[in-house]
């Protein structure tokens, strides 16, 4: 008896030994990864180039592609993952046959340590990836269990239809010295069954509900309304939020909603056909277009930029308004500061619609009546204007003309009242 109580006290003694030991081994007080620089415009254009070279919708069904990145890329393919997730730091290291993967989590405060770091190193084997260590902080993990772990969970999520096709999808993981090869046979269908996937994933469904409730109530307001005409984004606005004020719900998560609901119908994106529908597409042409100031593509470039902000991309939103600017100044319709104001302005909406105002802004916007209750009238400032000429008027970018300009549109969006 007194053995059998011995060994029970001894098995608690050492369960409550790792209890206390595996925290510290595994916690850090610095990060092995420091978080990413802020986000520049030449890394968004270059990921944007990336999608579009490997854009699914123009690949030929059942043909083997590949995509070769070499350290440098994928790092910045990482690093908008971390933009993306909020994961402190991620990086890659690659050599023949094997790539060192280091990622920093920031955890919440406790005793151990701020950190999480986790240093993986994957080799490619014919047909797949194993794992061959894994280390979180100071503790190493047999590379063995990690890797029987990580093929019990993929056998477990191939229950999965979406993770199922997509696993087969690619057909060959390869490093080399400072290069990452992936092969893939890409078919049509997986596109519309990875958007639906993500969205069950990363939307929670309490906020699908939410986002369903404003995709219903935005039809309804636009129903009455001819197909293919132009209506005030301010009159489909008021009535909008009048709703997310009349719900009573937390006014952060109901502005989100609302916003991220108007985002995706200016996107030509279904949400019940996203979330609910199991069509081939989730796309849908707006059947109504929507104005500010009597241009559509400034209630684009407002409702789009303010969508993303509140769902936390307010620096991408930035970067992504200001590379479009460039674009179109080098070969499209010309660098304009009306849109980007229109950027600006939308970010900031979203920001504060999600923030400590965001009660007083879903009433501002439930009352709102004129296109100047939602934004400044930007029409004033120079726009269209080829590479040249913005070159020769404000050039370069973030230079001293070009800084005067963006001051000046801050300083009337502070002065707006949704922004006090």
């Known amino acids: 008896m007194n053995m059998r109580r011995l060994i029970g006290w ?30 520049r415009r030449t890394d968004l254009a270059w990921i944007k180039s990336l999608f579009e070279k490997h854009d699914p919708r123009g690949q030929t069904p059942d043909v083997v592609q590949s995509i070769q990145l070499d350290e440098a890329e994928l790092d910045r393919l990482l690093n908008y993952a971390v933009e993306l997730r909020r994961v402190s730091g991620i990086a890659a290291e690659l050599t023949p046959g094997l790539a060192t993967l280091t990622a920093t989590l920031t955890v919440p405060p406790n005793p151990f340590g701020r950190y999480l770091n986790i240093t993986a190193e994957v080799a490619d084997v014919p047909g797949g990836i194993r794992i061959r260590s894994l280390q979180l902080g100071s503790l190493p993990l047999p590379g063995a269990l990690a890797d029987w772990t990580a ?19 690619f057909s060959q993981v390869s490093f080399d010295e400072n290069q990452a090869t992936l092969d893939y046979r890409w078919r049509p269908e997986l596109l519309t069954r990875i958007e639906r996937k ?13 986002m369903l409730a404003y995709a219903e109530q935005l039809d309804k307001l636009l129903k009455p309304h001819p ?83 509140a769902n936390g991309g307010s620096r991408l939103a930035n970067a992504i308004g200001l590379m479009k600017e460039e674009e179109d100044a080098d070969r499209g319709s010309g660098f304009s500061f009306t849109d980007l104001a229109n950027d600006r302005a939308g970010v900031k909406l979203g920001t504060h619609a999600t923030g400590d105002a965001a009660d007083r802004v879903r009433q ?20 269209f204007m080829p590479q040249t000429e913005f070159d020769r008027r404000f050039g370069p970018i973030g230079g001293t003309r070009y800084q005067r300009v963006i001051r000046g549109i801050d300083a009337r969006l502070a002065a707006h009242p949704l922004a006090q």
């Open 151 to 169: 093929r019990l969970a993929h056998r477990w999520l191939r229950r999965d239809k979406t993770y199922a096709a997509l696993a087969d999808a």
């Open 227 to 309: 197909r293919g005409s132009t209506v005030p984004l301010v009159s489909i606005m008021g009535p909008l939020f009048t709703y997310a004020l009349q719900t009573g719900n937390d006014a952060r998560e109901e502005n989100r909603a609302a916003l991220t609901a108007l985002a995706a119908y200016l996107g030509g994106i279904s949400l019940p056909k996203l979330l609910e529908g199991d069509s081939h597409s989730i796309r849908r042409a707006p059947r109504v277009l929507l104005s500010i100031h009597g241009r559509r593509d400034f209630a684009e470039h407002f409702v789009i930029s303010a969508a993303l902000s």
């Open 364 to 383: 501002l916007l439930a009352v709102s009546h004129s296109d100047t209750d939602l934004l400044p009238d930007f029409r004033n400032l120079p726009e």
């Open 10 to 39: 001894g098995s608690l003694f050492v369960v409550l030994a790792a209890l206390t030991l595996l925290p510290w081994l595994a916690l850090d007080d610095a990060p092995a990864i420091e978080p990413p620089a802020q986000f």
């Open 198 to 210: 993500s969205a069950e994933l990363l939307i929670a469904p309490e906020d699908q509900a939410r």
